[in-house]
């Protein structure tokens, strides 16, 4: 069972900028699409954004196109999710998640490997 441990969250002002990370455990890394969730108090998980096996397609919710990046490295076993122009709607307990599908996947239930999460607070 692969292992996924986010880091990077933090407490930033509107407009700011961060950079989430996320290491997985697997040798088979690059088998994995993978894919970025958060969840507000009081709201469901939502989709965020996701990426391919070998990087070359991703995909982004509306709310955050133009202003994150999603990219991975699979020589590190790696994922990083760039946030830009970060809004006060974007805080959230934010999740990577993995699948060995490869496809890009917006349903938490087609993800079979999480991470425990990482807060990101944006004040206003």
């Known amino acids: 069972q692969v292992q996924l441990v986010e880091s990077g969250g933090g407490l930033v002002q509107a407009g700011g900028s961060l950079r989430l990370s996320c290491a997985a455990s697997?040798?088979?890394?690059?088998?994995?699409?993978m894919g970025w969730f958060r969840q507000a108090p009081g709201k469901e998980r939502e989709f965020v954004s996701a990426?391919?096996?070998?990087?070359?397609?991703?995909y982004y919710v509306d709310s955050v196109k133009g202003r994150f990046t999603i990219s991975r490295d699979n020589a590190k076993n790696t994922v990083h999710l760039q946030m830009n122009g970060l809004k006060p709607e974007d805080t959230a307990v934010y999740y990577c998640?993995?699948?060995?599908?490869?496809?890009?996947?917006?349903?938490?239930?087609?993800?079979?490997?999480w991470g425990q999460g990482t807060q990101v607070t944006v004040s206003s």
């Open positions: 998640a993995g699948t060995r599908e490869n496809d890009l996947l917006t349903e938490a239930g087609k993800y079979d490997a």
């Open positions: 697997t040798r088979m890394f690059r088998f994995y699409s």
């Open positions: 990426i391919s096996w070998s990087g070359g397609r991703t």
